[in-house]
């Protein structure tokens, strides 16, 4: 039988990291004149390469429309393009300009500094025992929505 009172502290404690990683990202992003989402959805172009809407819309966890909506703004921004497939047209591959590789090299640098100094701030002989915890809950953590 699990103890009620860790269930809580779980929770809190996850609810009080995601929050900050939230509070961190959204700082990042809007240092780069562009939306969580449109931050997020660079990244993942950025260390795929090429993606289609589909991918990308599992990955993270958005809806097909708001995924084509933010696609077309980050085409309209010039940050990534859109291939349509000539022999399905459903088919559409999305990719990084260089506009947007040079962002999201950005973007990148900024959050390796940041991790670098969360992790040197982490005592040397737990930090193991970090990563270790970090797998174990993602593991733990069901995929798809919970909604």
Known sequence: MTDLSQIKTLRH??????RKMELMTKCEAS???I????CHLLTEIGWAGTASLNTLSERLGVDKSTMSRNIEILVTDGLVSRT???DNRRAITIMLTDAGRQLFDQVEASMTQFYETLFQALPANKRSQVLESLEILLEAIPAGRWC
Not at 35 to 38: A, E, G, K, S, Y
Request: charged share 20%.
């Open 31 to 33: 240092c780069c004149g």
């Open 84 to 86: 349509t497939d000539p």
């Open 13 to 18: 404690d996850m609810r009080l990291l995601a």
């Open 35 to 38: 939306t969580l989402t449109q």
